[in-house]
């Protein structure tokens, strides 16, 4: 399935060079410029998600596939990892992350909403009546 997926986003792009080809056909240079850097654009936002497609599928991520995963930089996850915040694996000074760890850890750190909160709060007295 993943490799009819590919195949289509091929044709897609060489439908889309067909159709450019015949955009351009008469236009002047700089139009031509200016759409060929759009088209590179393009190509490298492509590429960009599918990386993430394939970083998202790995169990296990080295220091730099954790931050992107984690959207942080690599001095605050070094940071994160020094003081033992973040669980990690460390076997001769590498450092690796297991997904679904990282995945607990961010769940840990859940913020509670107001209605939440209120919630705990009516439960709470009415567990606990006032001595009055």
Known sequence: ???NRNQQHVENMEQA?????????GKSPVQVLAYQIFAQQQVKDRIG???NIFLYQKEIFNFDEAAAYL????????????KKEIPHYKPNRF???????????????SVKTDGQLNDEANRYI??????A
């Open 1 to 3: 399935m993943e490799d």
């Open 49 to 51: 998600a599918l990386e």
């Open 95 to 109: 450092v690796f992350f297991e997904k679904a760890e990282l995945d607990k850890w961010i769940r840990s750190a």
């Open 71 to 82: 959207n942080m930089s690599k001095s605050t996850l070094y940071k994160l990892t020094s």
């Open 17 to 25: 060079l067909v159709l450019a080809e015949q955009m351009l056909d």
């Open 126 to 131: 009415i567990s606990h009546p006032s001595r």
